[in-house]
C-alpha cells in the first residue's frame, strides 16, 4: 500500500478529533519514527510503498490516537531539552514550559565555578535532573520521587543520557528533613486541582498519572508548602528554590514562599502565564 494513501485514512479518521495541522504532525512523528521517513521523503518521491506489517502499526497507532492517548506514549518516547526521554503511563509527559524552569536554574548558575549540588523532588521521568546534569557536569544531582515505576523510568532515562543522578523512592509529605546541603532545589509537583480538570484535555485526563497531577481543591499547596519548609533549613548560604507553579495560584504560592522568608520572583512562560517561582533565603 501506498503510504500517502495511509495518510489520507488518518486524515479522515482523525478529522473530528484533532486540528488539521495537529494530525499531520501526528502522522510524520509516527512515519519516522517507525519506518525512518520524514515529509520530506514523502515529498520527494510520494510513491512510497509500506508492507502488511507496517499499515498495521500506523492503524494500531492510529486507534489510540482516535483515543487520545498521547503521542509520545504510542512512539515510546519524546524530545526534552535537546534530550530524549522514554515515557510510558507512569510518568507525566514534560512539557515545554518546564524546559524554561531548567533554563532559569542554567542561566543563574552559568558563570559558577564549584560544584553545585542539586536536588529534583517529584522527579518523575527524570527530565528536569537529567537536562541539569547535562548541562551543569560538575554537579552532584539527587531525585526523589514517591513513585517506584516512575523512578524505573528516571533510571533508563539516565543511562540513555549517560548522566549520574542519585534517585531516592520517598514521599516527600512524609519527610522530616532533606538530607544534605544543597545550592539548588527545583521541583514541578502536582498542582492541578480538581475543579480545573474541566480544563484539561483527554490526553491528559486519560493517560498521565493522577498523584503526579492533582491535589485537592481545599489545598491546592500541599506539596509547596511542604518542600518550602524542608528547602528553607537544607538550602545553603546563597541557594535557591524554583518551582513550576500553578498560574491560577501564582499570587498564593509567592506570598507563601515570602511567609518562610524567601525573596521571591515570578516568571512568565511562553503563553504569558505565571508559572515559575524563584525564592532565595533573605
Known sequence: MKLNAQKGTFFKTLENEYPPEEIFSFFFMLTEAFFKINRLNLALNPEIEIDKNQVQQLESALARLKNHEPIQHIIGETEFFGLTFKVDKNVLVPRPETEELVQWVLDDFASEKKALKILDIGTGSGCIAISLAKNLPKAQISAIDISEKALQIAK?????????????????????????????????????????????????????????????????????????????????????????????????TEKMMQKYGFSTELRKDLFGNFRMLRGEIN
Do not use: C
Open 156 to 252: 533508563i532515562n539516565a543511562e540513555i543520557n549517560n548522566a549520574k543522578i542519585n534517585f531516592i523512592l520517598e514521599d516527600i509529605l512524609k519527610t522530616e528533613a532533606l538530607n544534605g546541603d544543597w545550592n539548588i532545589i527545583v521541583s514541578n509537583p502536582p498542582y492541578v486541582r480538581e475543579l480545573e480538570k474541566k480544563e484539561m484535555h483527554r490526553n491528559v485526563l486519560d493517560y498521565d498519572p493522577p498523584g503526579a497531577l492533582y491535589v485537592k481543591d481545599n489545598n491546592p499547596l500541599l506539596f509547596y508548602d511542604k518542600i518550602t519548609k524542608l528547602a528553607k533549613t537544607a538550602l545553603n548560604p546563597g541557594g535557591k528554590l524554583y518551582f513550576e507553579i500553578n498560574q491560577y495560584l501564582a499570587e498564593e
